[in-house]
């Protein structure tokens, strides 16, 4: 895990998830998603018509999809239907504000969960209480930031916050050991933060003998 920089990583942050994911590499937080079919059978190409936009929290307008690419939809309930690894399309708040993962549960919090079938961002909230802001456009094109100023808040970790892992020219040794997760908003970026290219491999990296050269 060393290296110039830490890796961003494609997991949702949470503090603890070694209790339910033990695998050697496990993903907590996926977002599952299919290819777009139209009526014809064939696949949806995105056009320049189709592009959505995202604000970012710092006012960045970026398309969420780029023209020449497949069309990406929600999973829905015939795709998961008797699954074992995930029952919904978006599975970010797994185990979050549950009677298993909560350390506030009461009978009243479990009756307001389960009754009122929450959001993922309500059930998020009931877990991490995170700042809310509001970033967007009003109508004359202008950006509107409307920080959240509360005192209440108790949490800087929500549904878009990522984990960043391994060592970089700012960390210390500590930081090298593949086990130790931090976070970070997925919209920000540092000078310490980056990608690499890496893979998993069980045994030798050849299938090959290595063989003699004259």
Same mark, same amino acid.
């Given at each position: 895990?060393?290296?110039?920089?830490?890796?961003?990583? !494609?997991?949702?942050?949470?503090?603890?998830?070694?209790?339910?994911?033990?695998?050697? &590499?496990?993903?907590?937080? &996926?977002?599952?998603?299919? =290819?777009?079919?139209?009526?014809?059978?064939?696949?949806?190409?995105?056009?320049?018509?189709?592009?959505?936009?995202? /604000?970012?929290?710092?006012?960045?307008?970026?398309?969420?999809?780029?023209?020449?690419?497949?069309?990406?939809?929600?999973?829905?309930? =015939?795709?998961?239907?008797?699954?074992?690894?995930?029952?919904?399309?978006?599975?970010?708040?797994?185990?979050?504000?549950?009677?298993?993962? +909560?350390?506030?549960? +009461?009978?009243?919090?479990?009756?307001?969960?389960?009754?009122?079938?929450?959001?993922?961002?309500?059930?998020?909230?009931?877990?991490?209480?995170?700042?809310?802001?509001?970033?967007?456009?009003?109508? /004359?094109?202008?950006?509107?930031?409307?920080?959240?100023?509360?005192?209440?808040?108790?949490?800087?970790?929500?549904?878009? /916050?990522?984990?960043?892992?391994?060592?970089?020219?700012?960390?210390?040794?500590?930081?090298?050991?593949? !086990?130790?997760?931090?976070?970070?908003?997925?919209?920000? !970026?540092?000078?310490?933060?980056?990608?690499?290219?890496?893979?998993?491999?069980?045994?030798?990296?050849?299938?090959?003998?290595?063989?003699?050269? &004259?």
């Amino acid at each position: 895990m060393a290296g110039n920089v830490a890796e961003w990583v !494609a997991d949702v942050y949470r503090p603890i998830v070694d209790d339910e994911f033990n695998d050697f &590499n496990y993903y907590r937080g &996926n977002v599952y998603t299919k =290819n777009a079919i139209s009526e014809d059978g064939t696949v949806t190409i995105v056009t320049t018509d189709d592009i959505v936009y995202d /604000t970012l929290p710092n006012g960045k307008v970026i398309a969420r999809d780029l023209p020449g690419e497949i069309a990406q939809v929600a999973v829905n309930e =015939n795709e998961t239907y008797l699954r074992t690894n995930f029952d919904r399309s978006d599975n970010r708040n797994f185990r979050d504000g549950d009677k298993q993962s +909560s350390r506030g549960y +009461s009978e009243s919090f479990d009756d307001e969960v389960d009754g009122n079938n929450p959001t993922n961002a309500s059930l998020t909230r009931k877990m991490y209480n995170s700042p809310n802001h509001s970033v967007e456009y009003d109508s /004359t094109g202008t950006l509107v930031r409307e920080w959240d100023k509360s005192n209440r808040r108790t949490s800087l970790i929500n549904d878009e /916050t990522r984990v960043y892992k391994g060592g970089s020219w700012k960390d210390r040794e500590y930081w090298l050991d593949p !086990a130790q997760r931090r976070y970070f908003p997925q919209s920000m !970026a540092t000078d310490y933060i980056g990608f690499r290219c890496a893979m998993s491999r069980v045994g030798s990296k050849s299938q090959n003998k290595n063989k003699t050269k &004259n």
